[in-house]
């Protein structure tokens, strides 16, 4: 290991203590001058919001680390998979045709419309050319848009959009304690993809060598289908669209540390979870005491890294599509 | 033995194996030769498992390959492809392991670590063992992709088209690792390798297939197979043969 790496695995969990410390402490009602006992606001804000951004990064980092291996194409993340327009079909068909329904059903349709967007998805990568990596990405896009486009037309027609802008632009200031905990759905997900590593390793080798070495193909593709599409789902639902997390840090990660999926679960997850906190808090700081979505802050410095991992090759390698 | 009956192969609703019923024989080095799109890729894919047949059948020392457990499969036979994979920025350790796979299906015991280390050396891998892989030369990447279908440890070993990437030396090298670990007294391994290059198949295959047209065209010992005649029907272009130091040379006229 060279010495900039030693500093880097030593600084880094350092900073992700202190972003949490200032997530924990930043906020429009101050923890000190006694407007609401600090205990409480913390166990009802600001302890679940914290918790909410990390749980949301890492998610959505693992899930785009998973479709890009399954689908074998460093350009593509889960919200550019149609996932996010299928969770958000399956909220509304549900709303609709169950109003009443508890928040767990809803998260369980927008669940199983999520997982039928992606495989679609995966059925139309099957038909994209593999020469130009970028293609596969336009063509979730498009995806994308018409299943957006699907869903903003049925919102429309049954005065349901502004519910669907609730939840369009990931921000974290409405999660309250007992509004975000089905994000903790998640950490179960990260534990069983530890479980699968290997298998969702030896996937991203491409289907031949899957089979070649005796794993069950089919299955293991699901899995990975149902963990992308479970969490985009969790995520949509609870806190909103959040792009970019999915394509920046899977790409950063294997840069920095390749692709073996079990080594670097962690590092992933972690990554994720401060990427996006670090997202957050600058969103609640910048314009103090009024808040900018995480998902914007995000949007803008994903899309500068985006540019950099497009430009910047890594030595004596070249972006894999 | 590899037992092939009536096998008919079809990708996209096109026929590309047109009925082969071959026996590949244990032991040695069996070399499948013919003209661009005869199928010799499809027919190894099929025997491996990784490509479906439309009717007929494949065994593999005697079990039926349509039937067997993907895992007992992985186990019986080991195939390098020629799609290296796009992504997968493994290390060349981390690649190799993966060899081990079917065998520890993701608790590697002691002699899986010793294996891998075996396959690294016999590979000439071992310095290169914490690259990545798209940090190496495509020579590089074609060995270790190599010492992978190697560690697998299967009783049949497939490889289609390894020289592809690989210089002259280097080609020598594998051919003679691979005539090396499936000779008589070697550990019992039989090869089979798609081959262009007619003149590797004479100096280093036992048997050879050869297929024209998603059809058999003549299987047998390499003697037998590779005649003047034999092959100027078989690619439609007059070849000659001669002798240069003992070995057999042909080419084409």
Redesign the interface.
């Known amino acids: 290991m060279t010495t900039r790496a030693a500093i880097w695995r030593a600084t880094w969990p350092i900073g992700l203590v202190l972003l949490i410390a200032a997530s924990l402490s930043i906020g429009a009602a101050s923890l000190w001058n006694g407007d609401f006992s600090a205990g409480w606001l913390m166990m009802v804000s600001r302890m679940p919001r914290t918790a909410a951004a990390m749980l949301a990064g890492a998610g959505l980092a693992l899930a785009g680390t998973v479709i890009?291996?399954t689908v074998?194409?460093?350009f593509v993340e889960p919200g550019l998979t149609g996932t996010p327009e299928a969770a958000m079909l399956g909220l509304l068909a549900i709303t609709l045709l169950a109003p009443g329904a508890a928040i767990g059903w809803k998260m369980a349709a927008a669940a199983v419309a999520a997982l039928i967007g992606t495989a679609g998805f995966l059925l139309l990568s099957r038909h994209v050319p593999?020469q130009d990596p970028m293609l596969l990405p336009l063509v979730g896009l498009i995806y994308g848009g018409i299943l957006g486009a699907a869903g903003l037309w049925i919102a429309w027609t049954t005065d349901l959009v502004q519910y669907l802008g609730i939840w369009r632009l990931g921000e974290f200031s409405g999660v309250l304690q007992g509004r975000y905990e089905m994000l903790w759905l998640i950490a179960a997900l990260a534990a069983l993809l530890y479980a699968a590593a290997?298998?969702i390793?030896?996937l991203?080798?491409?289907?031949?060598?899957a089979?070649?070495?005796?794993?069950?193909?089919g299955q293991t593709l699901a899995l990975g289908l149902g963990v992308v599409a479970t969490i985009s789902a969790v995520v949509v639902v609870t806190v909103g669209a959040m792009p970019f997390v999915g394509l920046v840090v899977p790409n950063i990660v294997?840069?920095w540390r390749?692709?073996?999926l079990r080594?670097n679960l962690p590092f992933i997850a972690l990554s994720g979870a401060a990427m996006v906190l670090a997202a957050d808090v600058i969103g609640r700081v910048i314009r103090f005491p009024y808040e900018v979505p995480a998902a914007t802050v995000f949007s803008v410095a994903g899309a500068g890294i985006f540019l950099w991992l497009l430009y910047a090759a890594?030595?004596?390698?070249?972006v894999?599509? | 033995m590899i037992e092939t009956k009536d096998l008919r192969v079809s990708i996209a609703q096109s026929e590309l194996i047109h009925g082969i019923s071959v026996t590949i024989p244990k032991g040695g080095i069996t070399a499948v030769i013919g003209p661009n799109g005869a199928g010799k890729s499809t027919l190894l894919h099929t025997i491996a498992g990784l490509q479906s047949a439309a009717s007929g059948t494949v065994t593999i020392d005697g079990t039926d390959i349509a039937r067997a457990r993907p895992q007992d499969r992985a186990r019986l036979v080991a195939i390098l492809t020629q799609n290296q994979p796009m992504l997968g920025r493994l290390t060349v350790e981390d690649l190799v392991s993966f060899g081990r796979w079917p065998h520890h299906r993701g608790r590697p015991r002691p002699e899986d670590t010793a294996i891998v280390a075996e396959a690294l050396a016999e590979f000439a891998l071992t310095d290169l063992s914490d690259r990545l892989l798209d940090t190496l030369s495509g020579g590089q990447r074609q060995r270790a992709f190599v010492a992978m279908a190697w560690a697998q440890s299967t009783p049949w070993l497939f490889l289609d088209e390894p020289l592809n990437a690989l210089d002259p030396r280097h080609a020598r090298d594998l051919m003679t690792r691979l005539r090396d670990l499936s000779a008589p007294g070697g550990d019992g391994r039989s090869v089979v390798v798609v081959l262009h290059d007619l003149n590797t198949a004479a100096g280093f295959a036992d048997h050879v297939i050869a297929l024209k047209f998603g059809h058999l065209f003549l299987a047998g010992p390499k003697a037998e197979v590779l005649t003047a005649e034999n092959l100027s029907s078989l690619f439609d272009t007059p070849f000659q043969t001669t002798e240069v130091k003992g070995r057999q040379l042909v080419f084409p006229d």
């Open positions: 890009q291996l074998r194409n460093r593999r290997d298998r390793t030896i991203g080798l491409g289907e031949d060598y089979r070649s070495l005796g794993l069950n193909y294997s840069r390749g692709d073996n080594a890594p030595k004596q390698g070249r894999h599509g």
